[in-house]
């Protein structure tokens, strides 16, 4: 759409959102097309003012379509960033903690039938006191 197609003092909506009214333009600024015109003039506030309600409703619209897109792509990053946050934190925690309690389910298996030995113990308090002393006993490692 060209700015010679419309008629001059008709308010149009342009692709930013801004209204534009063409003024008589000279003979080189009328060849150049809607887009290119609206950046070289820019509406004054006597303008705005002589706006019909039909020409509200519209800004009110593609104002409304914009809020929509805004939203839309609000919505689409935080899906993104969600979906982030599954596959780098959630996917790895868990599956860190499933193969742990696999493999010792696994290693206990494989240790009582390669090793069938049945552990009993008979004074809980002795056992309780032998594990302290080698805790205590140990060296302690050195970072």
């Not at 060849?31 to 609206?38: H, I, V």
């Not at 914009?66 to 946050?85: G, V, Y």
């Not at 010792?104 to 302290?132: C, E, H, L, Q, S």
């Amino acid at each position: 759409m060209s700015a010679d197609s419309t008629p001059t003092g008709t308010p149009m909506e342009t692709p930013e959102g801004s209204v534009y009214t063409p003024s008589q333009m000279s003979s080189s600024i009328s060849n150049l097309s809607f887009s290119q015109a609206s950046f070289l003039e820019q509406p004054t506030p006597s303008h705005a003012s002589t706006l019909s309600d039909d020409n509200i409703s519209l800004t009110s619209s593609l104002s409304t379509d914009t809020d929509d897109d805004e939203a839309e792509a609000e919505w689409q990053e935080s899906l993104q960033q969600l979906n982030l946050l599954v596959s780098l934190v959630v996917i790895p925690f868990f599956g860190k903690w499933v193969g742990r309690r696999c493999a010792y389910w696994v290693w206990t298996r494989y240790m009582t039938w390669k090793y069938p030995v049945d552990i009993v113990i008979t004074n809980r308090k002795a056992f309780n006191a032998a594990g302290v002393v080698g805790v205590l006993s140990s060296p302690s490692p050195t970072l």
